[in-house]
């Protein structure tokens, strides 16, 4: 699976388009429910990271995601629902809360599944 998504609120924005923060991330499943993944956070203010993650599904479209991010030295858990486009493309939604900076942000993105 492959996925993008951006933040579209988060605790530390002060004002809209003041910062933006968005990612990149290919996962592959390792069976059914339960996926790892890498990719890349970009941020507009501070350095970019690495990250390496993991997504359970609990039912099909509700996930955990765990991620740690590198450059930031941050892990973020978080909570989404994967809307069915189609058959390959899911419209995500995603609570991300951020341990080390203590932000909280929701994030909208976009994904293509690989059968």
């Known amino acids: 699976m492959l996925s993008a998504g951006a933040d579209v609120i988060k605790t530390d924005i002060d004002k809209p388009f003041e910062k933006a923060q968005m990612g990149i991330e290919a996962n592959y499943f390792v069976v059914r ?7 890349g956070e970009f941020w507009t203010d501070r350095a970019n990271s690495f990250v390496m993650s993991m997504r359970w599904y609990p039912v099909d479209n509700l996930f955990f995601r765990l991620r740690g991010l590198t450059g930031a030295n941050d892990v973020a858990v978080g909570l989404g629902y994967a809307f069915p486009l189609s058959d390959h493309w899911k419209l995500d939604g995603i609570g991300d809360f951020y341990f080390r900076s203590t932000q909280f942000a929701l994030r909208a993105g976009i994904s293509y599944v690989i059968r």
């Open 33 to 39: 429910h339960f996926a790892v993944g890498a990719g």
